[in-house]
């Protein structure tokens, strides 16, 4: 147990990274899996498990029919997903919602991580971390830090460039959408992303966010 519980209600910057800087997202189809696996998991009581789900021919379809309308555990304000571990964003809907899916998440990963390399035991270290975010300036540069992850550590030029964040559903609203930010993201996308790519002034307001920072 936690020592102290998630409130409902309350949005966390939340994040888990692998055994030891072990390489766990290696090439597409896993970020990919790992993606959808947010949108799936984050609904209460789910009729299939992940594995059979990811049979659907039509998933598409089944995910409109028969999950999403469920009631939902968390909202996914953001997230980025990098080799080793990764950033979420999530806001608590119901008792105890972010660690049932966290823990479905990564059991789930963790299952199908170790059946495909012939591997057992934990994946993850530890407990994921958690910090409430408390105020939507400090949820304004918490965004943009965890985009500008992928530029930070030399895997892209531009944050547009990494294909597993949010960061492409800010800048871009006809894209279809994981994450839910309208309502603490006061800037239209363009806007959004002048502020996240002009880095004018970042290390003060990065200095500002530490406590925010989980790494």
Not at 56 to 73: F, P, V
Not at 150 to 166: C, I, K, M, T
Not at 199 to 214: P, V
């Amino acid at each position: 147990m936690r020592k102290e519980p998630l409130i409902n209600g309350q949005v966390y910057h939340i994040f888990s990274k692998s055994i030891a800087g072990f390489k766990i997202f290696r090439n597409k189809r896993e970020y990919e899996r790992f993606i959808e696996m947010l949108r799936f998991y984050r609904h209460k009581t789910v009729p299939i498990r992940f594995s059979y789900y990811e049979e659907i021919s039509d998933r598409n379809l089944y995910y409109e029919t028969k999950i999403g309308q469920l009631e939902c555990l968390v909202e996914i304000i953001a997230f980025c997903i990098m080799p080793t571990h990764f950033h979420l964003i999530l806001k608590q809907l119901e008792d105890n919602g972010i660690s049932i899916f966290l823990k479905l998440l990564l059991d789930s990963y963790t299952r199908y991580f170790n059946v495909k390399n012939d591997r057992k035991g934990p994946l993850w270290q530890g407990r994921f971390k958690s910090v409430l975010v408390d105020n939507n300036e400090y949820l304004l540069h918490l965004t943009r830090y965890i985009h500008l992850n992928p530029v930070s550590d030399g895997f892209v030029e531009r944050p547009e460039d990494w294909n597993y964040s949010s960061y492409g559903e800010y800048i871009n609203l006809e894209l279809s959408r994981l994450c839910n930010f309208s309502e603490y993201i006061n800037l239209k996308p363009n806007e959004y992303k002048e502020f996240v790519e002009i880095r004018k002034d970042y290390q003060r307001y990065l200095a500002e966010i530490k406590h925010l920072i989980l790494e």
